[in-house]
């Protein structure tokens, strides 16, 4: 009987403008658990920059290596023979520079006893010897950097797949030398919700298996998936590996939808009041100092339709 009069106050109320219910939106912290599969953030094939001879190979498949180690080595025999020839070029240019440059002195402080053609061809050997040893000089650039890539190191920490040669193989420019996966940064990939999905940010802190990890992709759902995906990067050298699975937990906000007054509708059923929640979840709403929990409808967020209105 009470609650009959409760409901009636409650029609009573609304014809006046008024409403008993007091409705607030509420947020409550949640855990969401997806399968998550980890792959490594980085791999690379190390390819060969210069043509030489593999004399030392210091990695095997299967070996872990540290950023900067050396995994192999390439005769530097025939790269210093180039260095010295060059050296030997640019000196020769050099003394027939300086005889050039010589000769177009004289000739300039005796123009009266040479042609002004002949003075304007020294100048034009002058020109010439210094571009010569300008591209002497770039190529010997070059070979120095080439001596410094005769040792292959690792780029960053990782596992070696597979290495390509042999010692005593002759490596061309181009060639595939070593694949290595890195074990310094793991891709935590994962599919989630649209609620969750939409709460995420790029730059967000997560924690991976108590290891600090940031949302550094968010991938709409495509044709294949029915939900988004998410990705997130996460440093440790031993607790991943490539092809792991495991449960990847997102703290999200549960928040309960404002409710318009025309949303609070009447039920007959067990004389309880049904209010249509916009997010889904249970909310309580206050009568008359009571208590009652409402009905509620998963994911639905627009009134529930052949219901009347109170």
């Given amino acids: 009987m009470r609650i009959v009069l409760s409901l009636l106050l409650c029609v009573c109320l609304h014809a ?60 530097p025999q025939e790269t ?23 000769r177009l002195k004289r000739r300039e402080d005796h123009a009266k006893a040479y042609s002004p053609e002949e003075i304007e061809a020294e100048k034009a050997t ?26 292959i190191v690792a780029p960053y920490s990782g596992l070696i797949t597979q290495v390509f040669v042999q010692i005593g193989d002759l490596a061309n420019p181009g060639q595939s030398l070593i694949h290595i996966l890195g074990t310094d940064l793991w891709r935590i990939s994962a599919s989630v919700p649209q609620k969750i999905y939409r709460q995420l940010l790029v730059g967000q802190s997560l924690s991976i298996m108590t290891h600090p990890g940031i949302v550094t992709g968010l991938i709409p759902k495509s044709i294949d998936s029915s939900m988004p995906e998410v990705q997130i990067q996460v440093s440790s050298p031993t607790d991943f590996f490539s092809g792991m699975r495991l449960i990847l937990e997102i703290p999200f906000m549960e928040k309960q939808c404002p409710i318009p007054l025309n949303y609070i509708q009447k039920e007959n059923r067990g004389l309880s009041i049904r209010l249509q929640n916009l997010a889904g979840e249970i909310s309580n709403l206050s009568l008359d100092g009571e208590t009652i929990q409402e009905w509620f409808y998963p994911f639905r967020c627009e009134p529930l339709s052949g219901h009347k209105a109170i």
Avoid: C
């Avoid at 023979?81 to 027939?96: A, D, H, V, Y």
């Fill in 16 to 75: 006046q403008g008024r409403s008993p219910f007091t409705v607030t939106e509420k947020f409550s912290k949640s855990i969401y658990r997806a399968n998550a599969s980890v792959h490594p953030w980085r791999e690379s094939t190390i390819s060969a920059l210069v043509r030489a001879e593999v004399i030392h190979r210091m990695s095997e498949p299967g070996q872990h290596v540290m950023t900067g180690a050396v995994l192999l080595e390439l005769d």
């Fill in 80 to 102: 210093n023979l180039q260095k010295q020839q060059i050296l030997s070029e640019i000196n020769r240019l050099n003394i027939l520079m300086a005889q050039a440059e010589l």
């Fill in 126 to 151: 002058v020109q010439n010897l210094k571009a010569q040893i300008n591209t002497q000089t770039v190529l010997l650039q070059k070979t120095e950097l080439d001596l410094g890539r005769l040792k």
